[in-house]
């Protein structure tokens, strides 16, 4: 029943890759700006990327800081995360999530559409 729905999360050990997808609507990619949130239990919801409709991307320097690449198939209507070298600090239940196209990035009123989810646990 979500609009966007996120998959490819998983466990993983630390410093392995994983690369979240988030399917949407029809075109959802080219119309609004995608974003990637992150929240474990007991803190606020975490920006970490987003991606605008014509490509420009915006990165939380401190939660990326290298590792993470966001991208998007414009075709496949769809956007990723690719998350590389992950630690046990990167667990967490990921987020996609889509703003007006003028809307600021990273600021989470910003956007109107969330997916459920899907947990990323990383061991040591």
């Known amino acids: 029943q979500a609009q966007l729905v996120e998959y490819g999360g998983g466990m993983v050990q630390a410093v392995e890759s994983l690369r979240l997808s988030c399917k949407t609507p029809a075109r959802s990619v080219m119309r609004y700006n995608m974003g990637w949130f992150r929240q474990v239990p007991g803190m606020e919801r975490e920006f970490v990327a987003d991606?605008?409709?014509?490509?420009?991307?915006?990165y939380n320097v401190d939660t990326a800081k290298g590792r993470f690449t966001i991208s998007k198939d414009d075709r496949k209507s769809t956007v990723y995360l690719q998350m590389n070298s992950l630690l046990p600090e990167d667990a967490a239940v990921y987020y996609c999530?889509?703003?007006?196209?003028?809307?600021?990035?990273?600021?989470?009123?910003?956007?109107?559409?969330w997916g459920q989810g899907t947990q990323v646990t990383v061991s040591s």
């Open positions: 991606i605008s409709r014509t490509g420009s991307t915006t």
């Open positions: 999530a889509a703003a007006q196209p003028e809307s600021p990035a990273a600021v989470p009123e910003s956007y109107s559409k």
